[in-house]
Each structure stands twice: as C-alpha cells, then as structure tokens.
C-alpha cells in the first residue's frame, strides 16, 4: 500500500524559503513521477511541479518557475519542494501525489495522480 507523507511546511515572510518533503513507501515507490499541487482557501486545487520517476524530467506551473524546485532521492523514497522568494499568493495547502502510471510523467491534471498525501500548510506573511 502506498503512502505519502508531507512535511515542512510552515508560516514565513514573503521573501523567505521554505522546504518541503514528501516520504513515500511502497515497495515501487521510486518508479513512480511525483507532483506537487497546493490549494488555496476557496480555490480549486492547482498544480505546482513535477518530477519524472528518475529524477530527469521536471515541469512547473508558470506561476512558479524560477523560485521552486523540485528534486528526488530514491534512495530515500522522498521527494523535495524547494520553495524560495515566496510570496503571500502562495499561501496554501502543499500536497504530493504519486503517478497513476509507472515510468510515466503526468501532466498538470489531478486526476493524472492516484495517491495523495494528507497535505502541509504553508503560510506566506506580508
């Protein structure tokens, strides 16, 4: 069974940098691309990054290239969320997902992705 475990999240300035992590286990957890979407209060969930099974192939939502970063270590079945120059529009809830597919990359659509963690709070201050 799979499970997706989000942390590091947390209230910072605008300007500042955060990190956020998402633990995954399941025996093939590393053959799967992982993404990451936020929601806002009120708003849809929206698609933020992207990461192939392998590392190799990233995607970004155009409201965050240039500021977050998306890496992975298989060898620790987790996925990173490097998020910098944040800003207050960027205060959500951050959750990954893995691929619905093996060894494929998804897209920006949410039913792409069949497992969801339970989600990290961060929360961008004027």
């Known amino acids: 069974q799979v499970q997706l475990v989000e942390s590091g999240g947390g209230s910072v300035q605008a300007g500042g940098s955060l990190r956020l992590s998402c633990l995954a286990s399941?025996?093939?957890?590393?053959?799967?691309?992982i993404g990451w979407f936020r929601q806002a209060p009120g708003k849809e969930r929206e698609f933020v990054a992207v990461i192939s099974w392998s590392g190799d192939n990233t995607d970004y939502a155009d409201s965050v290239k240039g500021r977050f970063t998306v890496s992975r270590d298989n060898f620790k079945n987790t996925v990173y969320l490097e998020m910098n120059s944040l800003k207050p529009e960027d205060t959500a809830v951050y959750y990954c997902?893995?691929?619905?597919?093996?060894?494929?990359?998804?897209?920006?659509?949410?039913?792409?992705?069949?497992?969801w963690g339970q989600g990290t709070q961060v929360t961008v201050s004027t």
């Open positions: 399941g025996r093939t957890s590393s053959s799967y691309a």
């Open positions: 997902a893995q691929s619905m597919r093996w060894h494929v990359q998804p897209g920006p659509r949410a039913s792409e992705y069949l497992h």
